[in-house]
């Protein structure tokens, strides 16, 4: 195919090499600020949602973890993005924790995350029992969210995997797996596992491929 760039690419990748570097750099001499940015937004939003802001729930201050990542909006020619994604623990319960997110690109611009999840509807043999078995596990739609249940977040792969417990036992839940692409979560997988009988044996309900073994 005829580049009618072709002059220039010595040229643009020379230019391609540093770059990277300098805003990567800018955003290492600016993340304090943007971190306090991100913590007033984050309190000021959830200050009357989450528990880990609330006083009387006697937790600690809620600080975020951050995770520092690169990302190419579906161009692997042009220099890597850094982006820097927040965690917040907003709740604990009695085994599950929910936890919001924030994102920040190499612009200081911060955004609130958040992430696809199918709507599902659940048919059990006995109608209105939850110990009754599944027969039929449907999706009706889409929707969001923007809270995570106990969730995992892997830096190389920009994934986040979550495990939502449905009971104490585990043998009930639902787990999603979501990954950072061209500056959004999109999701990639959702096992849910209705059944209420000591094992784990999710079906996939979205995406390819079959559940992973649950420990």
Known sequence: MHNPFRHFLPL????LAILPASILA?????????DARVQTIFETTYAEKCRSLMA???LPPSRPTIYQITFNYGN?????RPYRIYEYLCFEGPYNQGYVYYGADEYAEIYPLHFAVPAFDVVREVPDDYL????????????????????EFHEGTA???TFEKWSGLADTFSSG?????DGNFVLQTYDVDAD??????PVRIYGEGKPEAYD
């Open 177 to 181: 797996q979501w990954q950072f692409r």
């Open 196 to 201: 209420s009988d000591a094992k784990r044996a």
């Open 56 to 58: 009387d729930q006697n």
């Open 159 to 161: 994934t986040i995997f």
């Open 132 to 151: 009754s078995p599944a027969r039929s596990i449907t999706v009706t739609g889409f929707t969001s969210t923007d809270m995570l249940i106990n969730p």
């Open 12 to 15: 643009a990748v020379a230019a």
């Open 26 to 34: 800018k955003e290492k001499d600016t993340s304090g600020a943007l």
């Open 76 to 80: 692997e020619d042009t220099p890597p």
